[in-house]
């Protein structure tokens, strides 16, 4: 088992450049989550996926800040254009959603991708 | 709303010390509980959750984990830490099995004195 895969590990970019963070989720999983940790802030969710839709996008900081999940193995998080306050680890996480009502399948998180913007 | 409570920012204990990490939840029924541990530089990493049954449940790496109804708590406990065992550690919350967001505290940062 992979587990979750992120690519790049670390990014360094100028600000305004664009950013594009890549998530490939634990096969069979098809829930799908993206957040984003600082120092300031703790780990914050950005948005998620359900079976590939949008559920709830609310924690997605502005409009710079874009994610898609074309099919179910691949998702990107895209910062355009990019600014020195989105520097930060960013995290996907994945998960099997619960077929009944009794349980709930956890979270896999993958190792991160530290981005800084200068 | 539904909230998680890491009342302790960094805990240092000595190596083979007891541990017990502190975690408070704000919410009417039973929510389904986590602990998480972030070692430097890696992703979260599940060590024990709490949905129903026998309040006191073991993870990995030796942890263990109480729920207290009464109380809304799910401490975290260790007899003895290991150096290893320096991290972060988060505890969090879903409301319940029909719910996807998780609620992470704010997190826990442990410290080992040798």
């Known amino acids: 088992d992979a587990g979750v895969i992120q690519s790049p590990r670390h990014e360094v970019t100028e600000m305004g450049q664009e950013v594009t963070l890549r998530c490939k989720p634990i096969?069979?999983?098809?829930?799908l989550f993206w957040y984003r940790q600082t120092m300031m802030r703790g780990l914050e969710l950005l948005i998620y996926?359900?079976?590939?839709?949008?559920?709830?996008d609310s924690g997605m900081p502005e409009d710079r800040f874009s994610a898609k999940m074309p099919n179910a193995s691949f998702s990107t998080l895209k910062i355009q254009p990019s600014e020195p306050r989105d520097s930060a680890v960013y995290f996907c996480?994945?998960?099997?959603?619960?077929?009944?009502?009794?349980?709930?399948?956890?979270?896999?998180f993958g190792p991160g991708t530290r981005l800084t913007v200068l | 709303a539904q909230s998680v409570t890491q009342p302790d920012i960094h805990i240092t204990v000595s190596e083979g010390a007891s541990l017990e990490l502190r975690c408070n939840y704000s919410?009417?029924?039973?929510?389904?509980l986590f602990w998480y541990v972030q070692s430097p530089g890696q992703g979260l990493q599940l060590l024990l959750k709490y949905f129903s049954g026998d309040t006191l449940v073991q993870g990995i790496k030796g942890f263990e984990a109480e729920f207290k109804r009464s109380q809304s708590s799910f401490n975290l406990r260790k007899p003895s830490v290991h150096w290893s065992d320096a991290a972060e550690y988060f505890c969090a919350v879903v409301r319940d099995s029909s719910a996807s967001k998780i609620i992470f505290g704010s997190g826990t940062r442990l410290s080992i004195r040798p």
């Open positions: 996926f359900n079976n590939n839709v949008p559920i709830d």
């Open positions: 096969s069979g999983h098809n829930s």
């Open positions: 919410y009417g029924a039973t929510p389904y």
């Open positions: 996480a994945s998960r099997l959603l619960a077929g009944g009502s009794s349980s709930y399948n956890e979270q896999f």
